[in-house]
């Protein structure tokens, strides 16, 4: 079981985003956001003789919050609200190939 994914049973997240309008005429508003959380397993059967290499992800206990900034834009259009937004990891992990960027579009709203 070393090295995989196995999930967590203890978890905590955050979104704080500012919304404000660029052309409000035809909908299109900008967004600047922060965004973070982490999942922890807490059973002692699945960590006996565990070791955290990676402050910033832990298997076992409690390890750091993973962290991201970014920016985006929103247009409320006739086929409803389109998102396009860019996300930054504040601490890359790049032992996990963990890019630089992500580019994310929804359809709709995120609530």
Do not use: H
């Amino acid at each position: 079981m070393r090295g995989q994914t196995i999930g967590g049973n203890a978890q905590a997240y955050y979104q704080l985003e500012i919304e404000f309008p660029i052309v409000e005429s035809i909908g299109i508003r900008g967004v600047v956001f922060t965004d973070g959380g982490n999942a922890w397993n807490l059973e002692d059967s699945l960590c006996q003789g565990a070791s955290v290499n990676d402050p910033v992800a832990s298997e076992c206990g409690f390890g750091g919050i993973r962290t991201s900034a970014g920016f985006g834009f929103r247009w409320f259009s006739p086929l409803g609200p389109l998102r396009f937004e860019f996300g930054f990891p504040i601490r890359r992990r790049e032992a996990f190939d963990e890019k630089p960027m992500r580019f994310e579009f929804n359809i709709g709203t995120s609530f």
